[in-house]
């Protein structure tokens, strides 16, 4: 099966991340993949370079038998493969309708608040004339938000390759033999996001998290905040940076006590399960209205139904640190190991690439 898969210009950060996984993913089931990045500069210019490459594809009798849009927004080629009858898969990443509102609404430009609003109308009439088959997303949540129809959702969660769990390991347990135990100072790291979002904890409440526990315990708690949207700051306690490079990024997550996950529903970020391969236990709210979309358990991330409780944890987990510590770092580990690899999650998305025909469109 041949398959197109379209990168457009927005495609960068954690989304590029999951996009290339998803690439390489496909790979490895033996697909002919082919890649298509669109590199224009503005909403107008990447329209009009994915109708010409589809049209150029279609003359040229190079169409494939699927194409997967990247990038949580259909661009309008999307159209054309539809009329030739072959399947359109989407890939949503996020609370879309949520961020272009959001865009609407606190830009200062005239021409960006109308690229927002095109990109919302291109998202909602392509979800109400059905000229997507398949959305895929990386929680059932993501999709109820989107108002995506039951029919037409794949869950496919976030996940890493064998390789890379292992390769974490081997990094995780170098780097903790080179440091010393924790002493009476204790790390914590966090990463928020590049969008504003209300499934994400604010960097206010992180900061407020990291000072309830440590007065509740009496010992001191240094957090470093990974904040693209803040102004880098630091005093004694606390550190922000707008951006740390991988290696040095690694290497914070792997000399932490713990790593907190700021999304407050039942999705886990790629930044969260490197922090699990590393060995390093995660702290996460996780409201009770999503407690049956999960696939981890207390025993294997430190969960809390809301903010005091995870105050009560986390203050708890740090004051019995050396007994908890490896217990949760084994624990998470597992749960990568066992739950989150291309092989444990892919089946719901090959099953619907494989199913998908002209019949069906």
Aim: aromatic fraction near 10%.
């Amino acid at each position: 099966m041949k398959i197109h898969v379209i990168f457009p210009p927005w495609i960068k950060g954690g989304l590029k991340t999951a996009a290339n996984h998803i690439v390489k993913g496909l790979l490895r089931e033996n697909y002919r993949v082919k890649v298509i990045n669109i590199n224009e500069q503005g909403l107008m210019k990447t329209c009009l370079r994915d109708i010409s490459t589809t049209c150029r594809a279609y003359f040229e009798d190079d169409m494939s038998d699927v194409v997967l849009y990247l990038g949580s927004i259909p661009l309008p080629g999307h159209v054309i493969y539809k009329a030739s009858r072959i399947p359109t898969f989407l890939f949503i990443h996020g609370y879309t309708r949520h961020q272009l509102i959001s865009t609407i609404l606190s830009s200062q430009q005239c021409r960006i608040r109308l690229g927002a609003i095109m990109l919302l109308l291109e998202l909602d009439l392509s979800r109400i004339l059905r000229t997507i088959n398949f959305y895929i997303a990386h929680s059932e949540t993501v999709h109820k938000a989107c108002k995506i129809p039951v029919p037409h959702r794949i869950v496919l969660p976030q996940f890493m390759f064998q390789e890379e769990i292992e390769e974490l390991q081997r990094f995780g347990n170098k780097i903790r033999n080179e440091t010393s135990n924790f002493n009476n100072e204790v790390k914590i790291v966090a990463y928020t996001s590049h969008s504003f979002s209300p499934r994400l904890l604010s960097i206010h409440d992180l900061i407020t998290l990291s000072r309830l526990c440590s007065k509740r315990i009496n010992r001191k708690i240094k957090l470093l905040l990974i904040d693209p949207n803040s102004k880098p700051f630091e005093n004694n306690l606390i550190k922000i940076v707008k951006f740390l490079p991988r290696d040095n990024f690694l290497k914070e997550l792997a000399t932490s006590a713990l790593y907190i996950e700021t999304c407050v529903d039942d999705e886990i970020r790629y930044s969260t399960l490197e922090a699990l391969a590393l060995g390093t236990p995660v702290a996460k709210i996780i409201y009770p209205s999503y407690q049956d979309r999960i696939d981890y358990t207390n025993a294997e991330l430190l969960t809390a139904n809301s903010f005091k409780e995870l105050v009560e944890k986390i203050a708890d987990y740090i004051d019995n640190l050396e007994k908890l510590y490896p217990i949760y770092s084994k624990a998470g580990f597992n749960f990568v190991k066992t739950k989150r690899t291309w092989h444990r999650v892919k089946m719901g998305l090959i099953k619907h690439l494989t199913g998908a025909s002209k019949d069906d469109i």
